[in-house]
């Protein structure tokens, strides 16, 4: 089992829609979780941070978090074609130690 | 301010070379990072430095040698690297055990 897991895509929705991310993670000691946007050639850049229960808003981005599940999930409200990179789910075991799911590649189609 | 520069943005070497990779933040973080991303893949953790002291290897091959001089910089010296080492490497930051801010990558390529 993968200590993070994420559905590699692609994911294509329209413009205006919803995307739905979703992340599952295998230790149950994490205690911090993050969403980074990376665009081609680029580095990764961070989106958004979670580390209690439930969900989280920043403009167009609602992260949630469910540590009973031990599922993490982003959703994308008024998709935007600029939205259309990999989404990487990032998980920090302890100690620094993070570890990134392998991406989900989003396509926002105009 | 959330900058990590890094430098050089590519790099092109051979096997026989040694060069070195620098990263710099000024946001007063302590946690410094070296990952490692072939195309296509996801970061791969090399090496962590908490308080400037080296915290997680990941075993990574000795060739790959890190440094960190003060709570500002990191290096990543490089020694008899293979043509499989070519990857874009990355440098981040944080406070331990919060958000990490990425440079924009040093790109590398071993002839």
């Known amino acids: 089992q993968k200590e993070v897991e994420q559905n590699s895509g692609p994911l294509s929705v329209p413009e205006g829609a919803i995307a739905s991310l979703n992340c599952t993670y295998s230790?149950?000691?994490?205690?911090?979780f993050f969403w980074y946007r990376q665009y081609s050639g680029k580095s990764p850049e961070l989106i958004m941070s979670i580390y209690s229960n439930g969900d989280k808003e920043d403009g167009r981005f609602t992260a949630q978090l469910n540590k009973a599940s031990q599922y993490v999930s982003l959703l994308i409200r008024d998709s935007q074609p600029s939205d259309s990179a990999t989404y990487l789910c990032a998980v920090n075991k302890a100690r620094n130690d993070m570890r990134f799911g392998a991406g989900t590649r989003l396509t926002v189609k105009p | 301010d959330t900058e990590v520069t890094q430098t050089p943005k590519h790099l092109v070497m051979g096997m026989t070379n040694k060069k070195s990779l620098k990263c710099e933040q000024h946001?007063?973080?302590?946690?410094m990072y070296w990952y490692k991303q072939k195309a296509k893949k996801p970061p791969e953790l090399m090496f962590v430095y908490s308080y400037e002291k080296l915290s997680i290897n990941e075993s990574v091959p000795s060739r790959f040698s890190p440094e960190c001089p003060n709570s500002s910089l990191l290096n990543l010296h490089l020694h008899a690297l293979q043509p499989e080492d070519s990857a874009l490497y990355l440098c981040?930051?944080?406070?331990?055990?919060?958000?990490?801010?990425f440079g924009p990558g040093t790109r590398l390529t071993v002839t």
């Open positions: 981040a930051s944080s406070q331990p055990s919060y958000e990490q801010y």
């Open positions: 946001m007063g973080h302590r946690a």
């Open positions: 230790d149950r000691v994490s205690q911090s």
